[in-house]
């Protein structure tokens, strides 16, 4: 029922910044909760972000004061603005929603993007 595609993910070197997004098929969108999760080789997924319906935004704390999570429901996107990137953010980013989710969970998320890659050098 809904489809999620990520973009803007790419190669920096640390203090860099990128800006993702995930663009969303669906009328539902407005409704969504969404997030922004990474996993990098060897490592489980984890939990970076979230938006929830009513624009309350949830971060990690390793991310916290880098990176800001934001919607357009109007546009069906969610974007992910990374600034003063580190090695240690290099994974691979996947955008992720679903009705009804009041959790960093992963695996309470029903919809996935297929993930963009972001690279940070030392």
């Known amino acids: 029922q809904v489809q999620l595609v990520e973009s803007g993910g790419g190669f920096v070197q640390a203090g860099g910044s990128l800006r993702l997004s995930c663009a969303a098929s669906?009328?539902?969108?407005?409704?969504?909760?969404m997030g922004w999760f990474r996993q990098a080789p060897g490592k489980e997924r984890e939990f970076v972000t979230r938006i929830n319906w009513s624009l309350g935004t949830y971060y990690a704390d390793s991310v916290k004061g880098r990176f800001t999570i934001s919607r357009d429901n109007d546009r069906n996107t969610v974007f992910l603005q990374m600034n003063s990137l580190k090695p240690e953010d290099t994974a691979v980013y996947y955008c992720?929603?679903?009705?009804?989710?009041?959790?960093?969970?992963?695996?309470?998320?029903?919809?996935w993007g297929q993930g963009t890659q972001v690279t940070v050098s030392s």
């Open positions: 992720a929603g679903g009705p009804n989710i009041a959790g960093s969970n992963w695996r309470l998320y029903d919809y």
């Open positions: 669906g009328r539902t969108f407005g409704s969504f909760n």
